[in-house]
T-cell receptor, first 111, second 113 residues
Framework: QKEVEQNSGPLSVPEGAIASLNCTYS??????FFWYRQYSGKSPELIMF????GDKEDGRFTAQLNKASQYVSLLIRDSQPSDSATYLC???????????FGGGTRVLVKP | KAGVTQTPRYLIKTRGQQVTLSCSPI?????VSWYQQTPGQGLQFLFE???????NKGNFPGRFSGRQFSNSRSEMNVSTLELGDSALYLC????????????FGAGTRLSVL
């Protein structure tokens, strides 16, 4: 079992709709959870981080964390073509200052 | 505030050579982490440095090494390059709070021929 798992996609979403991305992790001691966006040929860009159970909203993005079920999700509201990218879930494991990444979910927003 | 700076942006080397990549973190950030990204393996952790000490290391062979200087700038070195070392090498810096919020540089794309 991989430490951090994501559906590779592609997740195809009509413009204006909500994109829902999921991520599960195996280390119960994990404390910090991150979502990065990566455009093709570019480096990852941090878009959200969450530490506590529940929801955290930032603009069109909402991160949701459920430590009991060991999953973290990202919602993108009012999806735009510019949101088309790969979204990487990352977890700061209990082992220390090290981020473990999922394989990423490719999102395609169609006009 | 300047972001994470990586140099060079692109490198072409041949098998057997060695290469050194450089990373300057965001001002005030003392932790620097290195990652390798390939289409097949995704983003994989190489190592993390803080105050010139390697605190964490991923599952890579000893050909991969790094160091950090007193100004927090970091370098990584790959010796005896193999074709499989072709990848995007990413550096990330953080303030080293317990939450470990990392910001990435633009990366160095290494091609080994």
């Amino acid at each position: 079992q991989k430490e951090v798992e994501q559906n590779s996609g592609p997740l195809s979403v009509p413009e204006g709709a909500i994109a829902s991305l999921n991520c599960t992790y195996s280390d119960r001691g994990s404390q910090s959870f991150f979502w990065y966006r990566q455009y093709s040929g570019k480096s990852p860009e941090l878009i959200m981080f969450i530490y506590s159970n529940g929801d955290k909203e930032d603009g069109r993005f909402t991160a949701q964390l459920n430590k009991a079920s060991q999953y973290v999700s990202l919602l993108i509201r009012d999806s735009q073509p510019s949101d088309s990218a790969t979204y990487l879930c990352a977890v700061n494991t209990a082992a220390g200052n090290k981020l473990t990444f999922g394989g990423g979910t490719r999102v395609l927003v169609k006009p | 505030k300047a972001g994470v700076t990586q140099t060079p942006r692109y490198l072409i080397k041949t098998r057997g050579q060695q290469v050194t990549l450089s990373c300057s973190p965001i001002s005030g950030h003392r932790s620097v982490s290195w990652y390798q990204q390939t289409p097949g393996q995704g983003l994989q952790f190489l190592f993390e440095y803080f105050s010139e000490t390697q605190r964490n290391k991923g599952n890579f062979p000893g050909r991969f090494s790094g160091r950090q200087f007193s100004n927090s700038r970091s370098e990584m070195n790959v010796s005896t390059l193999e074709l499989g070392d072709s990848a995007l090498y990413l550096c990330a810096s953080s303030l080293d709070t317990a939450k470990n919020i990392q910001y990435f540089g633009a990366g160095t794309r290494l091609s080994v021929l």
